[in-house]
């Protein structure tokens, strides 16, 4: 497992929906469905290109970066939504939602198929 990508792309994944959350708030799209699912593209880009940028050659390889991307998220959700929102940011049932899509995305993507090496003979 390589740390770097867990941390790197655990940040990156929260910073973008983070953003994304932040401009929607911004712009005055707080209520309703679009921002959800907005939110909810955003999150399942990321981690989609995360998990893909790892180029593991078995579905189940890419689980501890996984879960190393959600305790990324639920530490910064700590740290950042906590003290402005409250400990009640965990009774929506929305971050939940992140949260599985942060384990299942990778889980549900194709995996990457190592080429097999051919030795030409001479």
């Given at each position: 497992?390589?740390?770097?990508?867990?941390?790197?792309?655990?940040?990156?994944?929260?910073?973008?929906?983070?953003?994304?959350?932040?401009?929607?708030?911004?712009?005055?799209?707080?209520?309703?469905?679009?921002?959800?699912?907005?939110?909810?593209?955003?999150?399942v880009?990321?981690?989609?290109?995360?998990?893909?940028?790892?180029?593991?050659?078995?579905?189940?390889?890419?689980?501890?970066?996984?879960?190393?991307?959600?305790?990324?998220?639920?530490?910064?959700?700590?740290?950042?939504?906590?003290?402005?929102?409250?400990?009640?940011?965990?009774?929506?049932?929305?971050?939940?939602?992140?949260?599985?899509?942060?384990?299942?995305v990778?889980l549900?993507?194709?995996?990457?198929?190592?080429?097999?090496?051919?030795?030409?003979?001479?």
């Amino acid at each position: 497992m390589k740390w770097g990508s867990v941390f790197g792309w655990g940040i990156a994944i929260y910073a973008v929906v983070y953003l994304a959350w932040s401009a929607l708030v911004i712009h005055g799209f707080i209520e309703g469905i679009i921002p959800q699912v907005s939110l909810i593209i955003v999150l399942v880009a990321m981690v989609a290109l995360a998990a893909s940028c790892l180029r593991v050659s078995h579905r189940l390889d890419v689980l501890p970066y996984a879960i190393g991307w959600l305790l990324i998220a639920i530490f910064f959700d700590f740290v950042c939504a906590v003290p402005v929102s409250g400990w009640g940011i965990w009774h929506d049932w929305h971050i939940w939602v992140g949260y599985s899509l942060i384990i299942l995305v990778p889980l549900i993507l194709p995996t990457h198929k190592p080429r097999r090496v051919t030795r030409r003979r001479s």
